[in-house]
């Protein structure tokens, strides 16, 4: 494993270091596609970032029972995420001693530098525009079947029947749990043009390359966190970015198998 490269040259000159909070999703999104860190590291990272580091000091002070209990994982498993997410150069570990001193955690500079140059180059890019010109709505909390779209609830019977310390636990069971996911039929343009953009926005793939696409009644459509994206700064956009963050390894998993399978052929 290694620390992501820092920008070297014209590019060092022209970048500049963010502040963690503005360059938190360009972070998720390199450290999804980092091939060197597995699953457990990388939905242990999503955690202490999204749910503790704090947006001035850029520190965290979980324990590992804490993070333990909130990922469905044995405190093994975080220690051996932990460790591996220092080594690969994107938490800075400043352990403590267990008495009024819990164990720090920080993104490194060299990985925040990272995160800032893709900022800096996504904020030059023009975004997806919606098809048909219209602005973002809100979702319509109240309407369940006005569009066509149905509700899923989670699985209620299969979480509790789930061990508690799974070691192969998924990476997103626990964030998914508390998200209610809304079935979209492709067939409704608009509101997928729209999730597209916002996706663009926040410089995510776009639909298709999510593992999303279900059917209902013979219909396709896409499992979503609502039927129209989030209005920005509401506690639903944060709900929405942790639903698709989660769901990044997986593609970036494909993507490398795909170049792997093209260079055997």
Same mark, same amino acid.
């Given at each position: 494993?290694?620390?992501?490269?820092?920008?070297?040259?014209? +590019?060092?000159?022209?970048?500049?270091?963010?502040?963690?909070?503005?360059?938190?999703?360009?972070?998720?999104?390199? %450290?999804?596609?980092?091939?060197?860190?597995?699953?457990?590291?990388?939905?242990?990272? %999503?955690?202490?970032?999204?749910?503790?580091?704090?947006?001035?000091? +850029?520190?965290?002070?979980?324990?590992?029972?804490?993070?333990?209990?909130?990922?469905?994982?044995?405190?093994?498993?975080?220690?051996?995420?932990?460790?591996?997410?220092? %080594?690969?150069?994107?938490?800075?570990?400043?352990?403590?001693?267990?008495?009024?001193?819990?164990?720090?955690?920080?993104?490194?500079?060299?990985?925040?530098?990272?995160?800032?140059?893709?900022?800096?180059?996504?904020?030059?890019?023009?975004?997806?525009?919606?098809? +048909?010109?219209?602005?973002?709505?809100?979702?319509?909390?109240?309407?369940?079947?006005?569009?066509?779209?149905?509700?899923?609830?989670?699985?209620?019977?299969?979480?509790?029947?789930?061990?508690?310390?799974?070691?192969?636990?998924?990476?997103?069971?626990?964030?998914?749990?508390?998200?209610?996911?809304?079935?979209?039929?492709?067939?409704?343009?608009?509101?997928?043009?729209? @999730?597209?953009? @916002? %996706?663009? +926005?926040?410089?995510?793939?776009?639909?298709?390359?999510?593992?999303?696409?279900?059917?209902?009644?013979?219909?396709?459509?896409?499992?979503?966190?609502?039927?129209?994206?989030?209005?920005?700064?509401?506690?639903?956009?944060?709900?929405?970015?942790?639903?698709?963050?989660?769901?990044?390894?997986?593609?970036?998993?494909?993507?490398?198998?795909?170049?792997?399978?093209?260079?055997?052929?």
């Amino acid at each position: 494993m290694h620390a992501p490269s820092l920008p070297s040259g014209k +590019e060092a000159r022209m970048s500049e270091r963010r502040p963690f909070r503005e360059v938190k999703l360009q972070w998720l999104r390199l %450290l999804s596609c980092d091939a060197n860190i597995n699953d457990n590291a990388k939905c242990v990272a %999503l955690y202490i970032v999204t749910a503790h580091v704090n947006g001035h000091t +850029e520190k965290a002070w979980p324990s590992y029972k804490t993070i333990a209990e909130a990922t469905g994982k044995s405190v093994k498993s975080i220690q051996r995420a932990i460790r591996d997410l220092e %080594l690969g150069g994107w938490l800075s570990v400043q352990r403590g001693n267990g008495v009024g001193h819990n164990t720090e955690y920080c993104p490194t500079d060299a990985s925040i530098l990272k995160a800032s140059e893709l900022r800096e180059k996504t904020d030059k890019s023009v975004p997806l525009a919606p098809s +048909e010109g219209g602005q973002i709505c809100p979702e319509r909390r109240s309407d369940v079947s006005g569009e066509g779209g149905q509700i899923c609830p989670p699985n209620l019977e299969k979480e509790k029947n789930k061990k508690p310390n799974a070691r192969e636990a998924r990476a997103n069971e626990a964030p998914r749990r508390s998200i209610p996911v809304v079935v979209l039929p492709t067939a409704q343009t608009r509101q997928v043009d729209e @999730w597209n953009a @916002w %996706l663009a +926005e926040k410089t995510l793939p776009d639909l298709a390359r999510f593992n999303l696409a279900t059917s209902v009644n013979g219909s396709s459509g896409y499992q979503l966190p609502g039927r129209w994206p989030p209005e920005d700064g509401s506690d639903k956009e944060q709900d929405c970015l942790t639903y698709f963050l989660n769901r990044l390894p997986a593609i970036a998993h494909e993507a490398a198998s795909q170049a792997a399978y093209r260079q055997a052929a």
